[in-house]
């Protein structure tokens, strides 16, 4: 990792956000009256009982609004500051990543605080917690579901689109706290790497992505992205954002 960095995608997953506190999606704190989250993020789940989907995103919202973004959330929001040509991919929809600062984020799962209308597709923000009434709904008197993508559903055919556009010309890639094992996100650490990044990968623990990095730095993110980072600034390897 010798030559400047002038293009870097950094791709981030549940675990960085776990060290703010948010409860991972499959993880026994994602459990609520005893529903597992694959019973109620689904559109059959949403037809069949649009109140109970909608109290379970409620409790969800009410618990990431207790979180802060953390240490990582932020080096990543200064690096996008620092560098020219930097991409922040994430598969978290708990919107941590702008509320410390990241201004252009693509969201491969959507955005918890954001909400659709069923029937024209308007999408808004509402950070109101708990939300005042449930099932939420449009002004046209549809109602609204959660701006995410479902079990079964299709990622965004326009984030995907840039997602893999940005890996492909990318010289470096962070992973940082995913598992490796959702698709198509973790294909794109694999396609970076077919294509000639320095991929770097940051977790807890090695994961199925751990073969296709060239560093594997284990440990908080909080703590070890920071630490990077700060080494980097002082190897003077990064172009400066204009």
Known sequence: MSEELAEVVVLTGAGISAESGVPTFRGAAGLWRTYRPEDLATLDAFRRDPTLVWEWYDWRRGLIARCAPNAAHRTLAEMEQTIENFVLITQNVDGLHQRAGS????????????????MEGIVVE???????SIPPRCECGALMRPDVVWFGESLPAEVMSAAYAAVQRCRLMLVVGTSGVVYPAAALPQLAHRCGAYVVEFNVERTPLSLYADEVILGPAAVELPRWWAALISSGKFSTAS
Do not use: A, I, K, S
Not at 103 to 118: K, Q
Not at 126 to 132: A, E
């Open 103 to 118: 201004r252009h984020v693509l969201e491969l799962h959507g955005n918890l605080w954001r909400m659709r209308c069923t």
């Open 126 to 132: 509402d950070y109101r917690v708990p939300l005042p």
